[in-house]
C-alpha cells in the first residue's frame, strides 16, 4: 500500500461528512435534550479535532517517511474524529433554535473543510517537507476547532449576535453614504474634470439639486433602519429568553426577517448613486420600508417587547412612514 493512499480515502470520506452536515437534518432523537451536555461533548469533539490534525501534520513535516501503517491509523483517527464533531452537531435539535443551528453548523463545516484542506495540502506537498501552505492549513483546523469557545450558547445569545452583524454592515453603508454626500455637489469632480472645457460636461455623474432632497429622505430611511437594528439588538439581550418553544421560535422570526435589513439597505444605497434613476430608488426604498415595518410588528407582538418599549416601536415605524411618503411625494412624476 502506498504511503499517501490511506490520505485519499480519508479525503473521500471526509467530503461524504461535509456533504451530509450541509444537507443533513439534525435529529430529534436524543431525549430529553441538555444544552449543558451538548456544549461539553462539541467542545471536546473539536479538541480532539484540533489534536489529530496537529498529529496527522507532524507525520508529514519530517523524516523519517510515515510507514503506510502509521498512515493508515492516523487517517482513521482523523476520520474518527471528524464524525464524533458531525454526530454531535446532529444531536442539537431543531426545537433550540434555527439560528443557534446555523451557527454550530457553520462552525462544524469550517472544522471538516479545514480537514480537507490540511488532507490536500499533505496530498500535493513532496514527502518529509513542512510547507507553508501545511502550516497555514494545520493553522487554519486549529483556528476552525477554537471557534467552539466563542459560539452562542443559546438562541437568545444566537439572534443578539445576529441582531450585532446586521448593525454592523448598515453602520458601514450609512457612513459609506454620508461620506458621499460631504465630498459635495459633485462626487467625481477631482478624477473626471473636463480637460478642453475646465468643467464637468457630464451631469450623470453627480447628483442634480431634486436628487439631493430625495436622498434626504432615503438617508432618513437608512438610519432609521441603523435606529431599528439597535433598539431591537437592545430588547433582544435585554428581554428575550430561550426557555419556551415559544421564546425560542420569535426569536428565529426576528433573526430572520432582520436578515434581511442589511441586503435592502445596500440595494437602495446602491440606486441612490449618481446617475440617480428615481424610480428604481423609490422601488428599493419601499422594500427597505416594508422590511423594517415588519422587523418592528415582529417585535412588538413577541415577548422581548414589555408595554415600556412601545413608544420607540411606534416611533419608529412612524418615521419608517414619515421618510416613505416623502419618497413616494418626490417621485411622483416618475410613475
Known amino acids: 500500500m502506498e504511503v499517501r493512499e490511506p490520505l485519499l480515502v480519508l479525503r473521500g470520506a471526509l467530503r461524504a461528512v461535509l456533504a451530509r452536515v ?31 490534525a496537529t498529529k496527522l501534520s507532524l507525520a508529514f513535516s519530517r523524516p523519517p517517511l510515515t510507514s503506510a501503517e502509521d498512515c493508515q491509523k ?10 464524533a464533531v458531525a454526530t454531535v452537531y446532529y444531536w442539537l435539535p431543531k426545537g433550540q433554535g434555527t439560528t443557534l443551528r446555523k451557527m454550530v453548523r457553520d462552525a462544524t463545516t469550517e472544522v471538516v473543510q479545514g480537514m480537507i484542506q490540511l488532507t490536500e495540502t499533505i496530498l500535493s506537498a513532496p514527502l518529509e517537507s513542512l510547507s507553508q501552505e501545511q502550516l497555514i492549513s494545520t493553522g487554519g483546523v486549529w ?20 441582531l450585532a452583524a446586521c448593525l454592523g454592515v448598515v453602520k458601514d ?35 442634480s439639486e431634486a436628487d439631493r432632497k430625495l436622498l434626504s429622505s432615503c438617508m432618513g430611511l437608512m438610519k432609521a433602519s441603523k435606529a431599528c437594528l439597535k433598539k431591537v439588538l437592545g430588547v433582544v439581550k435585554a428581554y428575550g429568553k430561550a426557555d ?8 428565529d422570526d426576528l433573526a430572520d426577517i432582520a436578515n434581511e435589513i442589511s441586503p435592502s439597505v445596500d440595494e437602495l444605497a446602491l440606486s441612490m ?15 427597505l420600508a416594508s ?13 422581548v417587547c414589555p408595554p415600556s418599549e ?11 412612514d414619515h421618510n416613505m411618503n416623502k419618497i413616494k411625494n418626490f417621485t411622483q412624476g416618475q410613475l
Open 22 to 52: 450541509r444537507e443533513g437534518e439534525p435529529g430529534e432523537g436524543r431525549e430529553p435534550f441538555e444544552l449543558p451536555l451538548f456544549w461539553d461533548a462539541l467542545g471536546q469533539t473539536f479538541k480532539v479535532t484540533s489534536q489529530e
Open 74 to 83: 492516523l487517517s482513521e483517527d482523523v476520520q474518527n474524529a471528524i464524525l
Open 143 to 162: 483556528e476552525a476547532c477554537e471557534q467552539v469557545s466563542s459560539l452562542p450558547r443559546d438562541n437568545q445569545a444566537a439572534v443578539a449576535s445576529t
Open 173 to 207: 453603508a450609512l457612513e459609506e453614504m454620508e461620506h458621499a454626500l460631504v465630498e459635495g455637489q459633485d462626487p467625481y469632480s477631482d478624477i473626471m474634470e473636463d480637460e478642453e472645457l475646465g468643467f464637468r460636461g457630464n451631469r450623470d455623474t453627480y447628483w
Open 244 to 251: 419556551s418553544p415559544d421564546q425560542i421560535a420569535q426569536l
Open 273 to 287: 448613486y449618481p446617475p440617480m434613476n428615481q424610480l428604481a430608488v423609490r422601488l428599493n426604498a419601499a422594500k
Open 291 to 303: 422590511v423594517l415595518k415588519k422587523v418592528l410588528e415582529i417585535t412588538r407582538t413577541s415577548h
Open 310 to 320: 412601545e413608544g420607540w416601536v411606534q416611533f419608529l415605524t412612524g418615521a419608517v
